[in-house]
C-alpha cells in the first residue's frame, strides 16, 4: 500500500560492500536465505574481486527513491539449456512496496529474455515464504515443484518451492501487465 | 453480504496475518497503521482474503488498495 517510487538497478561497486554485508546478515534478509553468514569487510572485498571474473552470476544494487536498499542477482548464466536462477532482496524496510518488487521482477524478466536471451528463468524459495510465493504467482510464474528438505540450515531442514518463467509465456503476458520499466547496467 | 459483514471478516484475516486479536481495520486503516506490515505482508494478507472470501486480485487491483476500505469496496465488487 505505498505509491510509485523511482528504482533503479545498477552494478555494485566498492562502496557498497559494506552495506551488503550488514544486510546480508540481516535476521530478517537471512531468514529466506540458503544461508546465515558470517560476514567480513575484507571477505566482502574478495568475494567482490572474484565477482569481476564470474561470468556464471551478475549482481546489482538495488536504489529505490535514490538509496540503496538491496540486492538482486542471477546465476547459472552458463547453462546450457539457457535456463537462469535469481534473487533478490530489499533491506531497508521503510523503502519496501508491492509495487517495486513488482516492477523489479518483470524488469528482470525484460532483462533476462529480451537481452540476454535467456530461455527460462527459475525462483527457488523456501516454502514457507508464502509472501514471495504469491508474489512470482502474480508476476505469472508457473509452479514447477516443491522438494521436501531441500535445504538444512542450522539443523533444520526447510522445504523449497522452485517457480519459473519461460521466454514463452512472458512474451503472451507481459503485454498486460502494467509495471515501472527498470532499466538494468549492462 | 454487506460492508460489514466484510470488515467482520476483514478483522479476523488481520487478527490471523498479524497474530493480534486487537486489530480492528476501518475504512481508513493503511499499511501505516499496523506494525510489520510491509510488502510482503501485504502479500500474504491478499492470498489470505482471497481464500477467505474465495475470490481471487490482479496485480492492477492490489495496486490500487490504498487503504482498506479500497480493499473492502473491491471485495464487495467481485462477491456481487
Known amino acids: 500500500m505505498s505509491g510509485e517510487r523511482t528504482v533503479s538497478v545498477r552494478r555494485i561497486q566498492d562502496a557498497d560492500l559494506e552495506n551488503i554485508m550488514n544486510w546480508r546478515m540481516k535476521p530478517e534478509v537471512t531468514r529466506y536465505m540458503n544461508t546465515d553468514p558470517k560476514l567480513t569487510l575484507d571477505g566482502q572485498r574478495k568475494w567482490f574481486v572474484k565477482l569481476q571474473s564470474d561470468e556464471t552470476v551478475d549482481y546489482w544494487i538495488i536504489v529505490i527513491d535514490g538509496e540503496p536498499a538491496g540486492v538482486i542477482n542471477l546465476a547459472d548464466l552458463d547453462d546450457p539449456n539457457g535456463q537462469v536462477g535469481w534473487a533478490y532482496y530489499i533491506a531497508v524496510d521503510h523503502l519496501k512496496s508491492f509495487e517495486t518488487a513488482i516492477s523489479l521482477e518483470m524488469s528482470l524478466y525484460d532483462y533476462v529474455f529480451d537481452h540476454l536471451k535467456k530461455k527460462s528463468i527459475i525462483a527457488n524459495v523456501f516454502s514457507a515464504n508464502k509472501g514471495v510465493i504469491a508474489l512470482h504467482k502474480l508476476c505469472g510464474c508457473e509452479f514447477l515443484e516443491e522438494k521436501k528438505e531441500f535445504i538444512e540450515k542450522n539443523g533444520i531442514k526447510y522445504d523449497m518451492t522452485f517457480q519459473i518463467m519461460t521466454v514463452e509465456r512472458w512474451r503472451t503476458i507481459r503485454e498486460k501487465m502494467h509495471y515501472q520499466k527498470v532499466k538494468f547496467d549492462v | ?80
Do not use: C, P, Y
Not at chain 2, 493480534?20 to 476501518?26: G, M, N, S
Not at chain 2, 506490515?37 to 487491483?61: P, Q
Open chain 2, 1 to 80: 453480504m454487506t460492508r460489514e459483514e466484510v470488515f467482520e471478516k476483514l478483522d479476523g484475516v488481520f487478527q490471523d496475518v498479524f497474530d493480534d486479536k486487537d486489530i480492528h481495520v476501518t475504512d481508513t486503516t493503511t499499511s501505516s497503521d499496523i506494525e510489520g506490515w510491509d510488502s510482503l505482508v501485504h502479500i500474504s494478507l491478499i492470498s489470505a482474503i482471497e481464500g477467505v472470501f474465495d475470490i481471487e486480485f490482479d496485480i492492477d487491483e492490489i495496486s490500487a488498495m490504498k487503504n482498506v476500505g479500497k480493499m473492502a469496496d473491491m471485495i464487495l465488487s467481485k462477491i456481487a
